[in-house]
């Protein structure tokens, strides 16, 4: 059974931190790319960021570029943890942040992910 576990997300301040978490398990396959979308109420699920199996290359939305940082550790059996870093948070990143696994591509588009975590909730205040 397939398992996204996010964490980390909470209320910050603009111009704070913080970082999400994403724990992956039971896939289908043992090699993968992962991701980050938002979702802000109203609005469509957008790009954050992702990485990819082979190598960790990374690409980012224009919009964090800079400020955000993903990662990640690749465990045994399968098993892998995203890491999303947040820095100088602005009030529109508030949003619901969405992992994504993808086993085709890294997941920069809504089309390419196969898996979706269940959310994790960011605010930052002005």
């Known amino acids: 059974q397939v398992q996204l576990i996010e964490s980390g997300g909470g209320l910050v301040q603009a111009g704070g931190s913080l970082r999400l978490s994403c724990a992956a398990s039971?896939?289908?396959?043992?090699?993968?790319?992962m991701g980050w979308f938002r979702q802000a109420p109203g609005n469509e699920r957008e790009f954050v960021a992702a990485?990819?199996?082979?190598?960790?290359?990374?690409?980012?939305?224009d919009v964090v570029q800079g400020r955000f940082t993903i990662s990640r550790v690749n465990g045994d059996n399968g098993k892998g943890t995203a890491y999303l870093q947040m820095n100088s948070l602005k009030p529109e990143d508030t949003a619901v942040y969405y992992c994504?696994?993808?086993?085709?591509?890294?997941?920069?588009?809504?089309?390419?992910?196969?898996?979706w975590g269940q959310g994790t909730q960011v605010t930052v205040s002005s």
């Open positions: 990485i990819s199996w082979h190598r960790g290359r990374t690409n980012y939305a």
């Open positions: 994504a696994i993808s086993y085709t591509a890294t997941p920069s588009a809504y089309s390419l992910v196969d898996h």
């Open positions: 039971g896939l289908t396959f043992s090699t993968y790319s």
